[in-house]
């Protein structure tokens, strides 16, 4: 398997407070290996909405580490992704599904059987 990870919500919060170290720790081993790390803008719009600026320095050293993408939230997917909510109103959690699919890798995030409802195609690596 190809070690790469999307992060959803929970995993940039978990790396922004250091809650448990796991999310970190994931992510470094990704990079370690020559995989790659994927962040939907979506994410992280969310977690820097609610995250005091005291914490953000480590999203923003996350985000600008060689292997991290920022996938960006643009017209040319807005279809894709309102298919796959069918419904939904969480924009986050459709943008973290699409890019599962277009890396094909795991979700890192707290929230797996929630995302798994959107494609049952999907791999998830649950924060403990």
């Known amino acids: 398997m190809i070690p790469g990870r999307v992060l959803d919500v929970s995993a940039l ?16 081993m990704c990079l370690f290996r020559g995989g790659g790390i994927c962040v ?10 609610i995250s005091p600026m005291s914490t953000q320095v480590e999203l923003f050293e996350l985000v600008t580490t060689p292997g991290v993408r920022i996938d960006d939230f643009t017209h040319g997917k807005v279809g894709d992704i309102a298919e796959i909510l069918d419904g939904s109103r969480d924009i986050t959690a459709g943008h973290v599904v699409w890019c599962a699919r277009a890396t094909r ?11 798994a409802q959107y494609d049952q195609h999907i791999e998830i690596d649950p924060l403990p």
Request: aromatic share 6%; proline share 5%.
């Open 13 to 28: 919060v978990d790396i922004a407070v250091a809650k448990t170290e796991y999310s970190r720790s994931v992510a470094a």
């Open 105 to 115: 890798w795991p979700i890192l995030t707290d929230r797996g059987a929630e995302l």
């Open 40 to 49: 939907p803008a979506t994410s992280l719009a969310a977690v820097l909405s």
